[in-house]
């Protein structure tokens, strides 16, 4: 993700875009978006099919949104984001434009261009708004950094040879090594 010029950007120059140009806004600086990766979008229908499976299976209210799909995070004029992955229990957020506050649990998934964007800019502001659970899924180093954003510890860290049990489920377990089968 590379920012722009120096400017105060608002969600209004997100959506005059040019049709296919992705961007996101934290406060108020815009960062384009590359394409994704064929194995990126891969992670993204696997554990978005994963968590589907799961919240259908036990008749959830949860509701699980891949990108790309707009968060206006703050709910204000300039903060915007497009996480991979956005799993939004108060259906009272959501609308055809997006979802309006924080999802309950957001799941990124690191390319060479959004590293510094998922690992370092996007954590306060997801923890400011009242993100829950903080998922950076990271392929190329084989590592999931999972953060419980009301809790200040270090975040937990795993391969993709672990189980992991999201916190906003009782019984929901993610078999990363089930992934790497489907990958191969």
């Known amino acids: 993700m590379t920012p722009r010029k120096e400017h105060r950007y608002t969600v209004a120059d997100i959506e005059a875009l040019p049709e296919g140009e992705r961007a996101e806004l934290i406060d108020g600086k815009m960062y384009l978006m590359a394409s994704p990766t064929l194995d990126h979008q891969n992670i993204l229908v696997w554990l978005?099919?994963?968590?589907?499976?799961?919240?259908?299976?036990h008749?959830?209210?949860?509701?699980?949104?891949?990108?790309?799909?707009?968060?206006?995070?703050?709910?204000?004029?300039?903060?915007?984001?497009?996480?991979?992955?956005?799993v939004i229990c108060d259906k009272d957020k959501l609308d055809q434009k997006g979802c309006h506050g924080a999802p309950?649990?957001?799941?990124?998934?690191?390319?060479?261009?959004?590293?510094?964007?998922?690992?370092?800019l996007k954590l306060p502001v997801y923890r400011e708004a009242g993100v829950r659970e903080y998922w950076i899924v990271d392929y190329h180093k084989k590592m999931i950094s999972v953060h419980f954003l009301q809790n200040p510890d270090a975040p937990l860290t795993y391969g993709f040879y672990d189980i992991i049990k999201p916190g906003i489920y009782e019984d929901f377990e993610i078999d990363f090594s089930q992934l790497l089968e489907y990958l191969r």
């Open 48 to 57: 978005s099919g994963e968590i589907f499976n799961y919240i259908r299976a």
């Open 104 to 120: 309950d649990w957001v799941i990124e998934i690191v390319s060479p261009s959004s590293r510094r964007m998922d690992y370092r």
């Open 59 to 86: 008749k959830g209210n949860c509701r699980v949104v891949p990108a790309p799909f707009g968060v206006y995070i703050k709910k204000d004029e300039h903060n915007f984001f497009e996480p991979d992955i956005s």
